[in-house]
């Protein structure tokens, strides 16, 4: 027996284009009737990037049907067009039964998909292509998930509704149907919709044993380059801890949340800064803790985080020649700053002296020791390695068992520091062709994560606005397949870099600002992260029980390579889900794409 190959999202087919009148105008005897409204209405799965000039075909699917472990979010697309401007008033969810079971139709919930314009497509340093990009720039390119509720649209231009179900942890499994009504001033179209709801549990992020690291402008910057100073204050017009400030910060919990990012981006210096710390004449500091208790305790209590990552740390800063380290300094007037040291300076290790033994016991009488890691520096390279342990010795020597760890994607210098180093975080350009490396360290017991930034291109897995949408559900199966147990990625939100900027689109703009509303936009690629994460979370949860889950080996995408469709993502994505859910699985194939073949037998 084969399990099929079937789409997760926009399974059932009615076949046509539905385009049909959405209203019918009662002729008057002294006029003739006025043409009738076309509109066409599909459907298209979470995978699929959609333009404002896409159109129906006989085969688009009229039906959205999702599937979904409880505590699981999923999503697929319902697009309309019509021959004249029109305006969607909303989108009205009824229950979803099952028999007697019901989801509630506030477990349903719809966004617009907004467009990005691209000046060109991405390209690492101006002479480096991202080979597979979604069409040619400049254009518009489906990204950000509109925080409005209605919407008015062009003629003749198609216009993406994002549809996404959370299923709640109690709900019975079974398949629930209802319909999503799409109400305009020229009429209302209603779409059938079915979720299926598996017999698994998903946990809650703060339960994952996966660390996902966003790192996030919130409290102030984080880089020596503080651009045009604090990111939130420049979008939002907002100083730190005003009452609009913390509403905002609630926002970014809840997308913690939501999106499983549970790892708190901990701006140390800042935050003491912001408290009042000081340090005096004779370079004695005094440490005031009160903002950064506030703000880690705010998103203990709101957000999912279940480690602290400590951001103070060392580099080639302010363009000199030699690593710089942070501390508190003082400017001419006495006042408390921020400011930057040779590495090897006696006021850097007067500095670490005070700070690390403080911190420790701080943070031990807190409660949040064991959450605690931080930086070094910041992909050292192999001509940093001396340093490094260097400074990690003064470190170790003021707090023996502090964790420490750094992204790096030199290959001489991950392995070189790698026994010095709680856990790996290997970049995804070094991890792919020294594999046999990592998967040897995941093996003997350490722990390592997966990192991507402006790099990895060419037919690489990464999350640029041009790629496949679907590229960071694979990055996460490629991170299950090789046991890895973190994701880190600068940054969730670096919009002073603008767009039109950027030789790769996207990096940093993983959230969009909302001032109007006071929140975060999402992307349909933060989307597809969660996605992946939550498959990933769910196999790894079904693992050695009576329902089995894929091996590591099971699936094995190449990221040079894919599955690099829709189609094929989806197809995976049913397997995934499937063999970690307790469905019968058996398939055997290979794609032509350069997917490693699948070989299921767990039924």
């Not at 609630?250 to 009042?276: C, H, I, P, W």
Request: with cysteine.
């Amino acid at each position: 027996m084969r399990a099929a190959l079937h789409a997760t999202v926009a399974l059932a087919l009615t076949g046509g284009l539905c385009v049909a009148p959405a209203t019918t105008p009662v002729a008057s005897a002294a006029a003739p009737a006025a043409d009738p409204i076309q509109t066409a209405v599909w459907t298209a799965s979470s995978y699929e990037n959609i333009f404002t000039d896409a159109l129906p075909t006989a085969a688009s699917p009229r039906t959205l049907s999702l599937a979904a472990a409880r505590n699981e979010y999923e999503a697929g697309q319902i697009l309309i067009r019509k021959d004249r401007k029109f305006t969607v008033s909303g989108v009205d969810f009824g229950s979803l039964t099952a028999g007697t079971h019901v989801l509630s139709p506030t477990t349903m919930k719809y966004q617009f998909v907004d467009y990005t314009h691209l000046n060109h497509n991405s390209v690492f340093g101006g002479n480096q292509a991202v080979d597979l990009v979604t069409r040619p720039a400049p254009g518009d390119f489906p990204d950000g998930l509109s925080n409005d509720t209605t919407r008015t649209i062009a003629a003749n231009s198609t216009q993406p509704i994002w549809i996404k179900a959370y299923v709640p942890k109690g709900a019975t499994p079974g398949r629930y149907a209802g319909t999503a009504t799409i109400r305009t001033d020229q009429g209302n179209s209603a779409v059938a919709i079915s979720v299926d709801v598996k017999n698994v549990t998903i946990p809650d992020a703060q339960k994952s044993t996966f660390t996902t690291s966003l790192w996030t402008l919130a409290a102030g910057p984080l880089s020596w380059d503080e651009g045009a100073g604090d990111t939130i204050e420049l979008f939002y017009g907002e100083k730190r801890y005003s009452p609009k400030w913390w509403q905002l910060m609630q926002s970014f919990a809840a997308n913690t949340k939501e999106y499983r990012n549970n790892d708190l981006t901990v701006n140390v210096v800042r935050l003491l800064l912001d408290g009042g710390s000081t340090v005096g004449t004779d370079g004695k500091y005094t440490f005031n803790w009160s903002r950064f208790d506030q703000y880690i305790q705010f998103f203990l209590e709101h957000g999912a985080v279940t480690r602290l990552e400590g951001f103070w740390m060392n580099g080639y800063a302010l363009g000199r020649p030699t690593w710089q380290t942070e501390l508190i300094d003082r400017d001419g007037s006495g006042k408390a700053i921020r400011n930057y040291v040779n590495w090897d300076s006696s006021q850097a290790s007067n500095w670490i002296d005070q700070f690390l033994p403080a911190l420790k016991t701080h943070l031990t009488a807190k409660g949040w020791a064991d959450r605690w890691w931080m930086h070094v520096s910041d992909e050292p390279n192999s001509v940093d390695v001396d340093r490094w342990q260097t400074f990690a010795a003064h470190l170790r020597k003021e707090w023996p068992d502090v964790k420490l760890s750094d992204a790096i994607n030199d290959e001489g210098a991950a392995e070189s520091l790698a026994s010095n180093e709680a856990f790996l975080i290997a970049s995804e350009f070094a991890h792919d062709p020294h594999s046999a490396f990592y998967d040897a360290q995941v093996a003997a017991g350490k722990q390592v994560w997966l990192y991507n930034a402006n790099i990895p291109i060419g037919m690489s897995l990464n999350r640029f606005v041009d790629q496949p949408v679907y590229d960071q559900r694979l990055t996460m199966w490629y991170a299950y397949e090789h046991g890895l147990s973190g994701y880190l990625h600068w940054a969730l939100n670096n919009w002073q870099y603008k767009i039109d900027d950027q030789d790769v689109k996207g990096d940093g703009y993983i959230v969009l600002p909302d001032k109007k509303h006071n929140t975060l936009e999402p992307t349909i690629r933060y989307e597809s992260l969660r996605d992946g994460l939550e498959v990933r979370d769910g196999n790894h949860a079904q693992a050695g029980s009576k329902r089995q889950a894929l091996s590591h080996r099971d699936c094995q995408p190449d990221p040079r390579k894919g599955p690099r469709s829709p189609t094929e993502g989806d197809g995976v994505q049913v397997l995934q889900r499937d063999a970690g859910f307790g469905e019968q699985v058996v398939d055997h194939r290979e794609d032509a794409l350069g997917m490693t073949a699948l070989h299921f037998d767990l039924v």
